[in-house]
């Protein structure tokens, strides 16, 4: 398994819930270094060993753990650049939705080792979709209902989104219903960068 996403798992942690957490987590799944490297490879086994961990350090469901990772890949800070390249899909949170399927191919284009499962998107009706997640990558559901769960937020969407089973098998689907397009105000976003970012950087 692709580093960066171990190394995702600790930056959440510790962002989220502070370092001694992480510190907790990572010694209750006996990792030999509690600071995991985004560049190496890891046997699937430490991501299972990890989730464990922090399910019973945070005491809430692995499940729960996962969209919450999810929804920190969109709304935290430290992630707006993945929130760019998230918003660049779209206009409306639907225009978003039919993007999704390019999404493996663009996280490529940024890791090239980083191996998802494929997305696509079928439309039932006007405003009812599913999402079919083919690939095997533990746990990756949960973090794709809660980021789109987070992007529906953002967009000012209204939006219910259901998802049965453990997320252990290679094909997954969500089942995403749109509610209203414009149900709130959704958060900031200009295409292009501001020239106060491009004189701070």
């Known amino acids: 398994m692709h580093g960066l996403i171990l190394k995702t798992l600790q930056v959440f942690v510790q962002d989220t819930y502070g370092p001694e957490a992480w510190r907790n987590i990572s010694a209750h799944a006996s990792l030999e270094t509690p600071d995991l490297e985004a560049m190496l490879n890891y046997d699937e086994q430490v991501f299972k060993d990890v989730v464990a961990a922090a399910s019973e350090v ?10 919450d990772i999810g929804t920190y890949l969109v709304s935290h800070p430290n992630c707006e650049g993945l929130r760019r390249l998230l918003r660049f899909g779209g206009v409306d949170f639907i225009e978003f939705l039919h993007s999704l399927d390019d999404l493996p191919d663009r996280a490529r ?3 090239a080792d980083l191996g998802l499962p494929d997305l696509e ?8 979709f599913q999402l079919k997640i083919e690939g095997h990558l533990p746990g990756f559901v949960h973090v794709m209902t809660g980021l789109l769960r987070a992007m529906a937020d953002d967009y000012g969407a209204l939006a219910l989104l259901d998802h049965s089973g453990d997320g252990a098998a290679s094909v997954q689907m969500i089942d995403i219903t749109v509610v209203e397009t414009a149900y709130a105000e959704g958060r900031d976003f200009e295409l292009a960068v501001s020239k106060q970012m491009g004189e701070a950087s």
Request: aromatic letters at 4%.
């Open 58 to 67: 945070l005491e809430k469901p692995s499940e729960v753990f996962l969209e």
């Open 109 to 111: 284009l940024a890791v």
């Open 121 to 128: 998107l079928r439309d039932h009706t006007i405003n009812q």
